[in-house]
RNA sequence: AUAGUAGGUCGGUUUGUCGCUUUUCCCUUGUGGAAUGGAGGAAAGUCCGGGCAACGCAGAGCACCAUAUUUCCUAACGGGAAGCUGUUUGUGAGGGCAGAGUAGCGUAACAGAAAAUAACCGCUCCGGUUUUCCGGAGUAAGGGUGAAAAGGGGAGGUAAGAGCUCACCGGUUUGAGUGGCAACAUUCAAAGCCGUACGUCUUAUGGGUUGCAAGAUCAUGUAUACCGACGCAUGUAGGGUGGCUCGCCCGAUGUCGGGGGGUAGAUUGCUAAAGGCAAAUGGUGACAUUUGUUCGAGAUAAAUGACAAACGCUUUGCGCAGGCAAAGUACAGAACCCGGCUUACAGACCUGCUAUUUUU
RNA sequence: GCUGUUGUAGCUCAGUGGUAGAGCACUUCCUUGGUAAGGAAGAGGUCGCGAGUUCAAUUCUCAUCAACAGCU
């Protein structure tokens, strides 16, 4: 069996140093309404990419709702994370990114799915282009 | 039948595809496979109480905070049950709120004569003047103000009046009797002639602090915290006793020995518990006892999901009806664990009771 | 996870139970040839929301909502 569309623990990104390192050092892009941190690197661990969601407290008070969101953004990023896993493992480069939410009002899953495969899409061509 | 009220219960189901995670097992040992378990009645707010843990422990007084009707329940509680008294709300079943003490002190705007040792108008008497009126004394029945006006209405009494006196009634205090475990209720007698609310104050009881991000262990690794002995000093400067006072305790620098702070990480704490369900017994009840039976989340930038389809339920529209179509399907997500309280909640069910209408 | 503070006019803030105020801003008028400054007058409040105590609540009590801050 394959494991295109798997979601693992090592997949994400964790640790209070890895992720303060993402957010000072990495570049950032908007395609509301998500804001996609990353920083690409050269390839020194076994995955070729490291993945945070997070949805702010300050915008959605209830966590039924901040849950429901992450869980649809890490659905999405699932399903779609082909588009750069290739290119990534050409290359051998690693990336590691963190996706927020920026709006104020709940999408639904085809939405965000369409906001994902765009921003996915943007980040291949920049692998593209290194 | 409709509306309501009190208490209790539940709060979607099935299939497919792709995923997450706990535990166990297997192998060809890795992006592996199999089996198994995986949110709630409020997991929420963090308002109380307890367990558990670390630190502290020399006390006394004051201060501070909380609580305050009775009896019971409970591990405990500021929670609950059953009562008592008052008040308020509802046609009603019911619901809400308050309930230690009152000796002293303070406040009660505006209006009103006066907001508690009262006197503006009025009433009565006396003196002056004699047309109205003016001054003095008495009085608190009547008037108006106000949220609130000095027990109630009646008879006697008086110049006019007044608990001034009398009987009855209301309330207060004291004594005695009856009922009740008690709060209290009720009866009799006596006294006295009797206002209200809030605050302050007083009394009683309780309160060490911090919280699983507590704390423990491991690997890495080193400031020189801390401890002991000796020496100095002889309780001096200063410090601690988590706000103050008294009291008590420690106590400067040196040498030797022991020892291991902080940061990031991993493991542990971690889930079986005052647990759920049923029956019987006791109790008005909260609840207790016994017996039987049953279940099993443990993540850590944080799992319990996504998509599709079908069914169920509710509402609306169309239709005589079978049915068809559309819309909706709540509140909300464990983070150490329990007991409560509070708040949110589509819809459904059960039991008791109430009101209205109709029928028998 | 734990803890605290605040909410009053468009903005910044007063207001210790008795008719809600100040400054700035706004409107009208005066002043000036005109504008600014200055002067006069005026408008604007569910006192976050909901209960309770009281004769009376912005104020006292309870519950709730929102915003902000702190510990880690």
Redesign the pocket.
């Known amino acids: ?1 394959n ?7 090592p997949e ?6 890895r ?2 390192r993402v957010f000072t050092q990495g570049e950032a892009f908007i395609v509301y309404p998500l804001r996609v941190v990353y920083l690409i690197e050269p390839k020194n661990q076994k995955e070729s990419s490291t993945v ?3 949805v702010p407290k ?1 915008r959605f ?4 709702k901040r ?2 969101l ?3 953004m890490r ?1 999405a990023y ?2 779609n994370k082909q588009a750069i896993i290739e290119k990534l493992m050409d290359k051998q480069l690693q990336i590691q990114l963190a996706f927020n939410y920026v709006s104020d009002e709940e999408m ?2 085809a939405m965000i799915e369409k906001k994902m495969k765009l921003s996915l899409q943007k980040l291949a061509d920049k692998i593209d282009l290194l």
């Open positions: 069996m494991h295109l569309h798997s979601f693992s623990k994400h990104l964790c640790g209070e140093k992720i303060t945070l969601v997070s300050k008070k209830r966590a039924v849950n429901r992450k869980r649809l659905e699932r399903l639904d899953f």
